[in-house]
């Protein structure tokens, strides 16, 4: 997961490690993001961002980020990423990603403790034409996983 984040004028991207699913209605997601960060003080500013899932083939893109500091450079320019507009939050989306989330900080009573942000999707992106979805997630200190097989059970969920 790549997290998005634009505070007077700039934008900044990142990957993100540790993030949850937390509620589907309303829509709800958990992220860590550590206060060393530049996009921790953006994402406490601006209250919110965009949550975009990368694709196996930007891994090399996506470690780049993750080795750079948005503080002095511009890491969609200098590491090829686009930054497309969002619908609902001023936070790029990254339009090479296969997903995309626009996300509205709602809760921050664990920030301080814990640098953990409670995000609402406000808007959600998805590439349609796309068969095989090979997304990348960080599992941390240089390691990554690519989504492998799907397996679908009954469900009484709608």
Not at 39 to 52: D, P, V
Not at 114 to 131: D, G, Q, S
Request: proline letters at 4%.
């Amino acid at each position: 997961m790549l997290l998005a984040t634009a505070h007077k004028g700039r934008s900044n991207v990142m990957p993100m490690s540790w993030h949850l699913m937390m509620e589907f209605e309303p829509p709800l997601v958990g992220c860590i993001v550590s206060n060393r960060n530049h996009s921790f003080g953006m994402l406490k500013a601006s209250r919110e961002c965009t949550l975009n899932v990368p694709q196996a083939e930007l891994l090399g893109k996506v470690v780049k980020c993750g080795n750079a500091s948005g503080r002095s450079m511009d890491k969609f320019a200098k590491f090829g990423l686009t930054a497309a507009a969002a619908a609902r939050v001023k936070a790029p989306l990254v339009a090479e990603c296969y997903a995309n989330l626009e996300c509205k900080l709602v809760d921050t009573r664990l920030v301080e403790k814990y640098n953990f942000f409670v995000l609402r999707v406000v808007k959600a992106w998805i590439e349609r034409p796309r068969t095989r979805r090979r997304t990348i997630h960080h599992l941390g200190w240089g390691r990554f996983m690519i989504a492998g097989k799907t397996v679908k059970t009954s469900s009484r969920m709608r």
